[in-house]
């Protein structure tokens, strides 16, 4: 089973749809759906390089409860900010030094911080050892680095080693 349906999550996704975009449940269409079910996802399990694979699920879920309070914390900051004094903002860049090395973890970390407000990961250097971080108010960019690592790269770096 697993050799003809690798992501039975994406088989269902595709099949559902491929329904929804054609509206209509027509039996060409159900066979039709089925079909890419099947293909689409052995396709693409072809064209990864590789899987990710997860470690520490605990940390993994304490991690998503830290990014949600952050994202919380960070749309007030964002918005007392922008509802203030333009001049009192200070934007700036910062390279993140990154000790993590796994490319699943570094994306996810770039993904953690593009989706906190005020903050976008803008590149990453071609040795992926650095990370630069657009921040919409940096007053002190070491603890910036320190807090970036502390609270969402040292978890990755358990997750994904």
Same mark, same amino acid.
Do not use: C
């Given at each position: 089973?697993?050799? +003809?349906?690798?992501?039975? $999550? ?5 099949? #559902? $749809? +491929?329904? $929804? ?7 060409a269409h159900v066979l039709l759906a089925a079909v890419l079910a099947v293909l689409l996802p052995l396709v693409a399990q072809r064209l990864r390089e590789d899987r990710a694979h997860?470690? &520490?699920?605990? #940390? /993994?879920?304490?991690? @998503? #409860? @830290? @990014?949600? +309070? ?7 900051? #964002? /918005? &007392?900010? *922008? ?11 910062? +390279? ?10 570094? %994306?996810?970390?770039?993904? *953690? *911080? ?6 976008? %990961?803008?590149?990453? %250097?071609?040795?992926?050892?650095? $990370?630069? @971080? ?13 807090? *970036?690592? /502390? ?5 990755? &770096?358990?997750?994904?080693?």
């Amino acid at each position: 089973m697993k050799r +003809w349906l690798p992501a039975p $999550l994406l088989s269902l996704a595709v099949f #559902v $749809l +491929w329904l $929804l975009l054609v509206a209509t449940t027509a039996l060409a269409h159900v066979l039709l759906a089925a079909v890419l079910a099947v293909l689409l996802p052995l396709v693409a399990q072809r064209l990864r390089e590789d899987r990710a694979h997860m470690r &520490r699920p605990g #940390v /993994a879920a304490r991690l @998503v #409860v @830290v @990014v949600l +309070w952050d994202i919380v914390l960070s749309n007030i900051e #964002v /918005a &007392r900010r *922008i509802l203030g004094r333009e001049s009192k903002m200070r934007p700036g860049f910062v +390279w993140i030094p990154l000790d993590l090395t796994n490319r699943h973890g570094i %994306s996810t970390l770039a993904g *953690i *911080i593009t989706m906190t407000p005020g903050t976008v %990961s803008s590149e990453l %250097s071609p040795d992926r050892r650095h $990370l630069l @971080v657009h921040f919409l108010h940096l007053e002190d960019a070491d603890a910036a680095i320190a807090q *970036i690592k /502390a609270r969402y790269e040292a978890p990755l &770096r358990e997750v994904f080693p």
